[in-house]
C-alpha cells in the first residue's frame, strides 16, 4: 500500500530543497509519494516548528529533521514496500 511522506518545510531553505530531492529521488518508482506542507502557511505549524525544518514523517512518526538519516528512511522503505 502506498503512503504519503509529509516533508514540514519553509520557502528558501536550502536544507529542506536538498531533503525533498534526496527523499524524492530514494522513494521514486516505490508507489510513495512526498508531501511538502510549509510550515509559514500555517500558524500552528510555525509555532510547533519553528526554525526547526525540514522534517519528514510518516503520520506522527518523526522520520529525520535538518538532514536526511539515510538509515531511518531505508528502514522505513524495507516496513513499507
Given amino acids: 500500500m502506498s503512503k504519503a511522506l509529509t516533508l514540514y518545510t519553509r520557502a528558501g531553505c536550502p536544507l529542506c530543497e536538498d531533503m525533498a530531492a534526496e527523499v524524492g529521488a530514494r522513494i521514486a518508482g516505490t508507489g510513495h509519494r512526498l508531501a511538502p506542507v510549509d510550515v509559514d502557511a500555517d500558524p500552528l ?3 510547533r516548528y519553528g526554525w ?3 522534517l519528514l514523517f510518516d503520520g506522527d512518526t518523526e ?4 538532514e536526511l538519516n ?3 528512511l531505508r528502514e522505513w522503505l524495507r516496513a513499507h514496500p
Fill in 45 to 47: 505549524l510555525k509555532t
Fill in 52 to 54: 526547526d525544518v525540514p
Fill in 63 to 66: 522520520i529525520c529533521r535538518h
Fill in 70 to 72: 539515510l538509515h531511518a
